[in-house]
C-alpha cells in the first residue's frame, strides 16, 4: 500500500499530476520560450510545493497556481544559477590563403581610390549610413550617393 492511498491529499495530487504533468511542462515552455528540458526541474519544484499546500487543491484553480508557481521557480533557477566562468573562445580556423590574398587585394584597390571617394567609401564599409557619412564628412547626401555608387563601379571594373 502507498502513502497516497493513506492520505487523502497525497491521492489528490498523485491523480492531478497523472493528468496534468505533461501538460504543465509544455505550457511554462511555451510562457518562457525555453525548452521543455529546461523547465521540467521548475515543474517538479510546483509540485513538492503543492503537497506543502493542500488549500491549494480546494482553490479555484489549482492548474493556473501550478503555471505561476512552476514559472516562477524557472526564473529563480536561472537567475539564483552560478554564472558561468568564462572559457576561452573557441580558436577558428584561419582562412584559406587564397581568401587572404583576394582580402589584401581588395584592400589595396579601396586604398587606390580617389581621396574623397575612399574617405566615403570607407565609411560606407564601416557601416555608417549614407546621412552619417554626410554629417561627418560635411558632404551632400547626392554627393554621398555618387561616390559610392562610382567607388562600386571602380572596384568591379579593376577585380
Known sequence: MSAAADDPVHARVEALYREYAPELVGTVAGQLGWPRARVEDGCQRAWVIL???PDVLDGPSPRGWLVT???HACVRELRDAPPLLAAD???RPAPPLDTL???RQALRQV???RPVRRRVFERHLAGLSYREIE???GVTYTNVNRQVTESRAELRAAA
Do not use: S
Open 135 to 137: 554629417a561627418e564628412l
Open 51 to 53: 503537497l506543502r499546500r
Open 101 to 103: 590574398l583576394d582580402a
Open 69 to 71: 508557481v512552476a514559472r
Open 111 to 113: 586604398a587606390a581610390l
Open 89 to 91: 573562445p573557441p580558436e
